[in-house]
């Protein structure tokens, strides 16, 4: 939720949230009222789905709240060579060519 949390502040920006879990019902009510018109949740999305909307992303952000030490979402959007932002995984971005760490 830090994430929808963080995104009040960016009211101008489109947010694609893919994947499903326990959390999807607080976040569609979190959205509604907080009037978060550009925040999207697509659901599960695997296949040439995944990759076209991970292709059509500026960046993909993995907010992770517990110690994951190697997310799947990291590699899938390292392989397509988009930009990735994980405090737990710095060093593993920084020796990436496909990755960057961007500090947030």
């Given at each position: 939720?830090?994430?929808?949390?963080?995104?009040?502040?960016?009211?101008?920006?489109?947010?694609?949230?893919?994947?499903?879990?326990?959390?999807?019902?607080?976040?569609?009510?979190?959205?509604?009222?907080?009037?978060?018109?550009?925040?999207?949740?697509?659901?599960?999305?695997?296949?040439?789905?995944?990759?076209?909307?991970?292709?059509?992303?500026?960046?993909?952000?993995?907010?992770?709240?517990?110690?994951?030490?190697?997310?799947?979402s990291v590699i899938e959007a390292l392989t397509l060579e988009?930009?990735?932002?994980?405090?737990?995984?710095?060093?593993?971005?920084?020796?990436?060519?496909?990755?960057?760490?961007?500090s947030l």
């Amino acid at each position: 939720m830090s994430l929808l949390q963080a995104w009040r502040l960016l009211p101008d920006l489109k947010l694609i949230i893919a994947g499903e879990g326990d959390v999807r019902q607080d976040a569609e009510v979190f959205i509604a009222t907080n009037k978060l018109t550009r925040v999207h949740l697509s659901g599960y999305v695997t296949g040439k789905d995944l990759a076209k909307l991970i292709q059509g992303a500026k960046y993909v952000i993995v907010p992770s709240e517990w110690y994951e030490n190697n997310p799947l979402s990291v590699i899938e959007a390292l392989t397509l060579e988009r930009l990735s932002s994980h405090p737990e995984l710095e060093a593993f971005l920084n020796s990436s060519k496909k990755g960057e760490w961007i500090s947030l």
